[in-house]
């Protein structure tokens, strides 16, 4: 990406273009553009210590002062929260709230696969075998995403859904199922806004992790993963077992901008057609966590539904 090139996402509920407003842009076009900042790039967002001291920072009651700023400089919607801003005794807890239920509606339909979070969409209906590359960014692997589990994904379909520090970051399970499996891959906190995703470091390889399978009826074995980025204290999984229900929440990322990944088993989901557009032109789609995203495809909804005669 070049330098000081806008990032322009999508709003999917006005099909109308905006620019995303970047937190502390000038220091990530810094870190990542600059040829001179190799060693502060490696220093900050290789070293996981930079993000923990941010953490331990925005969990402590010093950072109370920062809540009326951010709402006001990322325009967040307070008529949406489950309790007002002056009852968040530190940022970590404003950063992680809770909606009013009625925020955000979704489809009940078994065949719609929904949005995990809010976040800016991109997908890729089927891989390159293994490969996916997003917005202005380099190829990145499955392969070296899901160490020792990604032959089973090979020519699948993947969505991707960067959140931002303005959105709600709580996620929740995409479609009903039973967790089959889950596991943490240590590892870097890189930014996983484009800016850092144009300029080279493995984001999806690299960062720290952690992915959880999900059988289903019919779309196959998700496997929905959690990335790590810069600035992130922690994932926190509330939910790691048993079965689970579309739209139960299944944990919540601290302080910092972060990414899910959702993987699909190839021929099991087809994605809306909208989100399919914008992808081809490079363009992610801010949508709402329970915006429909995908269909289980008819052939593998009309095997589940023979099934259950």
């Known amino acids: 990406m070049r330098q000081n090139t806008p990032i322009l996402v999508i709003d999917r509920d006005t099909g109308t273009e905006f620019e995303e407003v970047i937190l502390g842009e000038g220091y990530i076009r810094w870190a990542y553009q600059d040829s001179t900042s190799s060693l502060v790039e490696r220093l900050l967002f290789r070293s996981k210590l930079f993000s923990k001291i941010m953490g331990f920072w925005y969990d402590s009651p010093l950072s109370r002062g920062k809540i ?128 850092a995703l144009g300029s080279g470091p493995d984001v999806f390889g690299e960062n720290k992790r952690s992915y959880t399978l999900i059988e289903t009826e019919a779309a196959g074995t998700v496997c929905f993963v959690e990335v790590g980025a810069f600035g992130v204290g922690s994932i926190v999984d509330t939910v790691s077992s048993d079965l689970v229900n579309k739209m139960d929440e299944k944990g919540y990322f601290k302080f910092g901008g972060s990414t899910v990944v959702l993987v699909f088993e190839q021929g099991k989901i087809d ?23 995908a269909k289980v495809s008819k052939h593998e909804a009309e095997r589940a539904a023979a099934r259950s005669r």
Do not use: W
């Open 68 to 195: 009326a700023p951010a709402i006001k400089a990322l325009a967040i919607d307070e008529s949406e929260f489950l309790k007002p801003r002056n009852s968040y005794r530190t940022f970590n807890d404003f950063f992680i709230r809770h909606l009013k239920p009625e925020a955000r509606p979704y489809s009940k339909d078994d065949r719609d696969i929904v949005s995990p979070a809010d976040g800016r969409v991109l997908v890729f209906p089927r891989l390159d075998e293994d490969t996916f590359v997003p917005v202005k960014g380099f190829p990145f692997s499955i392969h070296k995403m899901l160490p020792g589990l990604s032959d089973r994904y090979v020519n699948g379909a993947l969505a991707i859904i960067r959140l931002c520090p303005a959105d709600y970051h709580r996620y929740h399970f995409p479609c009903a199922g039973k967790i089959s499996d889950s596991k943490d891959i240590d590892g870097a906190l890189h930014s996983v806004n484009p800016i």
């Open 271 to 293: 994605f809306s057609q909208d989100l399919i557009d914008n992808s081809a032109l490079g363009k992610e789609t801010l949508v709402k966590v329970g915006q429909t995203i």
